[in-house]
């Protein structure tokens, strides 16, 4: 039995009715192969053993009153993943699907993405099953000061640096840092994401979107094309969706979609980004007011797509851009999105692409750039945030831009090159998950069994 197989039915043992979880897992080892086959003393350190492991993992009661004086609980978490490279490094993510397993996946590819920055990283992940859709700005403030009564304990700019994902922004991260500051009596870098007021990063907002599309670019211009001209179908609405949004219009490429929890949008002369900015960013509301300025634009709602499909998916386009989130992408919209000759699927969500629809997209030869690779922009920029409060420091949006298109370069030749030498051209989830993999098993070995 492979090492895949045997990895997975313990976890399936130990750590029961967690499949994302073990689908991430899953992912990695496979990818894995060639060079475990190769080496022994990954074997012979028990390193995959350990990296399948949390270091530690803390789940807490958020207690919190809302806004009619209801007593409401949620459950609050953060995995401590790996610390060989770095301190725990990763986002927080309030939303109600938020469980275990959804956490220990998120933190699992946490470890490799940041290990392929190059950057002092290591991986982590939190946050809590908590819904903020349709609570107030007292309640939000309330859940986040309850959360970090507990986490504040447990974080530390040398230690654990959580930051912002789904359902945590920069006010989030504000009320979070007010609350760690006022237990702890100390300002330093503990959250990245703040504000650029008091801390925070220039360029951070944008990083996720923006690297995504400079990962996208280099995947193309390795096939001696570009972006320019493209017609590009990007799902989300938030943070990820809107920067690699205005990114590919800078470009001159054509994104023709956008998509929130409850439909997308489809938009043939392009979608208007500073619409999109104003629904999202400033009224909070949902995608189809986008028809109230656009008549001719085509608005899906979610319940009227086929099981199993996504509206975004079925249209005519030569990229992919799932920038929502998990499993967002099946096998059955790999196969639209075959039929429309796409050329370049790049994952800017954690995940989006389900198993089958990866190995849809491999065996069609499509271009693919996984998110671990594609979306590392982020968490990249969260480190230079570190960089520049540890030093005191803040650096210009250029600069921070700068830096940020050689970490995304450096991680395509890094992915790209690693594919390559095991005999994978082209195969940029192989290269990805044993470049991340390599960085991290040395640093476990040369800190010994710990
Ligand atoms: N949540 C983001 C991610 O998935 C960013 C994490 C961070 O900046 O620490 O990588």
């Known amino acids: 039995m492979s090492y895949t197989h045997d990895t997975i039915y313990y976890l399936k043992q130990s750590s029961p009715a967690q499949c994302e979880f073990y689908q991430a897992v899953e992912e990695v080892l496979e990818s894995l192969e060639p060079l475990l086959e ?65 956490m220990k996946f998120l933190g699992f590819e946490q470890i490799f993405k940041n290990a392929l920055t190059g950057l002092p990283i290591g991986g982590g992940k939190g946050g809590a099953n908590f819904d903020p859709k349709g609570r107030s700005d007292n309640e939000i403030m309330r859940f986040c000061q309850s959360y970090m009564t507990e986490l504040y304990r447990h974080i530390g700019a040398t230690t654990d640096v959580p930051a912002g994902d789904i359902g945590v922004g920069a006010r989030e991260i504000g009320y979070m840092f007010g609350q760690y500051k006022r237990l702890t009596g100390r300002f330093e870098g503990v959250l990245t994401g703040k504000s650029t007021l008091w801390g925070g990063s220039l360029a951070r ?21 570009s972006l320019k001209g493209k ?48 629904i999202k960013q400033v009224r909070g509301d949902s995608l189809e007011t986008y028809l109230k300025t656009h008549k001719d634009a085509q608005y899906t709602p979610v319940n009227d797509y086929p099981e199993n499909g996504h509206a975004v998916w079925h249209y005519e386009g030569d990229a992919a851009f799932p920038c929502a989130t998990q499993n967002e992408l099946t096998q059955k919209d790999a196969k639209a999105l075959l039929k429309n000759n796409v050329k370049l699927v790049t994952e800017g969500a954690n995940m989006p692409c389900d198993q089958a629809a990866i190995d849809t997209f491999i065996d069609a030869k499509v271009a693919f750039g996984p998110g671990k690779a594609a979306n590392a922009g982020g968490v990249a920029t969260s480190q230079l945030e570190m960089s520049q409060n540890a030093s005191m420091q803040s650096w210009s949006f250029e600069q921070v831009d700068k830096r940020l298109k050689i970490i995304m370069e450096n991680i395509f030749n890094s992915a790209n090159g690693t ?15 044993i470049a991340g993999f390599k960085r991290v098993a040395q640093a476990m070995i040369e800190q010994g069994v710990v």
């Open 38 to 102: 190769h080496d022994d003393q990954y074997r012979k350190h028990a390193i995959i053993e350990r990296m399948v492991e949390p270091e530690r993992q803390i789940m807490f009661r958020v207690p919190w009153v809302d806004d009619n004086g209801n007593v409401q609980v949620n459950k609050g978490y953060r995995i401590e993943f790996n610390s060989a490279l770095g301190p725990y490094k990763g986002g927080l993510r309030f939303h109600p699907s938020v469980n275990a397993s959804i």
């Open 205 to 225: 907002k944008e990083a996720t979107g923006y690297g995504v599309v400079y990962f996208a670019e280099h995947m193309m211009a390795y096939q001696n094309d």
């Open 231 to 278: 017609k590009c179908l990007v799902s989300g609405a938030g943070n990820v969706a809107i920067y690699a949004i205005e990114k590919l219009i800078e470009l001159d490429a054509i994104p023709l979609t956008c998509s929130d929890s409850r439909g997308t949008i489809y938009h043939e002369q392009g979608i208007d980004l500073a619409l999109l900015k104003e």
């Open 419 to 433: 594919a390559k030498e095991y005999g994978h051209e082209g195969n940029l989830i192989l290269g990805a998950n």
